[in-house]
T-cell receptor, first 115, second 110 residues
Framework: NAGVTQTPKFQVLKTGQSMTLQCAQD?????MSWYRQDPGMGLRLIHY???????DQGEVPNGYNVSRSTTEDFPLRLLSAAPSQTSVYFC??????????????FGPGTRLTVL | KNEVEQSPQNLTAQEGEFITINCSYS?????LHWLQQHPGGGIVSLFM???GKKKHGRLIATINIQEKHSSLHITASHPRDSAVYICAVVYGGATNKLIFGTGTLLAVQP
């Protein structure tokens, strides 16, 4: 199993540009989520999904969109990038069977810089 | 006040020392995770616990639900243990969201 994969690893954008961060998992996990990690702060939840076709907002959703058309993929879209979105982004997944005692699996992260 | 607080924020130890990292939380939880993040960024799960104690190799995690406190211990520390250790609590409810601490940066010197 590849686990949770993310692309790209690094990205530099100019203010106002849009882009999509890709996330995929091959473990048939129901729950997928996006976090951002900023210096001095814990990971913060952006959006999450409990299954294909179902998404919801997390703690810091503004400026981001998500969709979940398949169990495997959960892309994160930045609509109009802003310097405040400079961060490291992590995708994570877990099974919902046996929740809440489930291990979280994290992708390798995407380091995004917005100039 | 953060809902999940870790201490210390930074820790430098000599190889072989016994290390303790603490996590206190202020919300009702159903479980708690300890995670490890190495330089280069990848995050891996070390433990998930809801009561008592768990051990894996040189790592031991304990939790006291009544006192809202958990500890991560590393015995016989080694430079390869150098990493950021993150505590995350599972905040109950239908979606079982995670609330993360800010992490403890551990450096183990040879």
């Amino acid at each position: 199993n590849a686990g949770v994969t993310q692309t790209p690893k690094f990205q530099v954008l100019k203010t106002g540009q849009s882009m999509t961060l890709q996330c995929a998992q091959d473990m048939n996990h129901e729950y997928m989520s996006w976090y951002r990690q900023d210096p001095g702060m814990g990971l913060r939840l952006i959006h999450y999904s409990v299954g294909a076709g179902i998404t919801d907002q997390g703690e810091v959703p503004n400026g981001y969109n998500v969709s979940r058309s398949t169990t495997e993929d959960f892309p994160l879209r930045l609509l109009s990038a802003a310097p405040s979105q400079t961060s490291v982004y992590f995708c994570a997944s877990r099974t919902e069977r046996g929740a809440p005692y489930n291990e979280q699996f994290f992708g390798p992260g995407t380091r995004l810089t917005v100039l | 006040k953060n809902e999940v607080e870790q201490s210390p924020q930074n820790l430098t130890a000599q190889e072989g020392e016994f290390i303790t990292i603490n996590c206190s939380y202020s919300v009702g939880i159903s479980a708690l995770h300890w995670l490890q993040q190495h330089p280069g960024g990848g995050i891996v799960s070390l433990f998930m616990l809801s009561s008592g104690k768990k051990k894996h190799g040189r790592l031991i995690a304990t939790i006291n639900i009544q006192e809202k406190h958990s500890s991560l211990h590393i015995t016989a520390s080694h430079p390869r243990d150098s990493a950021v250790y993150i505590c995350a609590v599972v905040y109950g409810g239908a979606t079982n969201k995670l609330i993360f601490g800010t992490g403890t940066l551990l450096a183990v010197q040879p």
